[in-house]
């Protein structure tokens, strides 16, 4: 997401110059006193729009690069926790145990907190029929 809004940025930067080009342009060729009164009168309503896009862009953009951001610790947060757990509690994780911990990953937090909570009191078969294994 940082990426899309870095080029919406370069691309509002873009325009924006070559707006201001264009206006320049046709202030200096013969354009009547009026249409270059509405020009200069259009110009700077249309320079302000186009930025408060871009900042509105790098805003979503910066909201959303700082959301995946966040889940994405929070995943790596729990995955060594519980992979933690399965090691305190069962020794070495074989194939089978590492099978479930994206399972394991993905719960709601609720459940997530209650299987911690019994992951001691479980036996490796027990857990790993809970998560279909």
């Known amino acids: 997401m940082v990426a899309i809004a870095f080029y919406l940025t370069a691309i509002a930067t873009f325009l924006s110059n070559q707006f201001k080009n264009l206006h320049q342009l046709l202030i200096s060729q013969n354009v009547n006193k009026e249409d270059r009164e509405l020009i200069m009168e259009l110009s700077p309503v249309l320079v302000q729009q186009l930025e408060a896009a871009t900042r509105e862009g790098e805003q ?67 857990l790993l029929a809970q998560f279909g294994r």
Request: negative net charge.
């Open 60 to 126: 979503r953009g910066f909201q959303r690069g700082f959301q995946r951001g966040f889940q994405a610790g929070i995943q790596t947060e729990r995955r060594t926790i519980i992979e933690s757990m399965m090691g305190l509690c069962y020794g070495v994780l074989d194939e089978q145990l590492l099978a479930i911990i994206p399972q394991v990953v993905e719960l709601p937090i609720v459940e997530f907190a209650r299987l911690l909570l019994q992951i001691s009191s479980l036996s490796r078969e027990e």
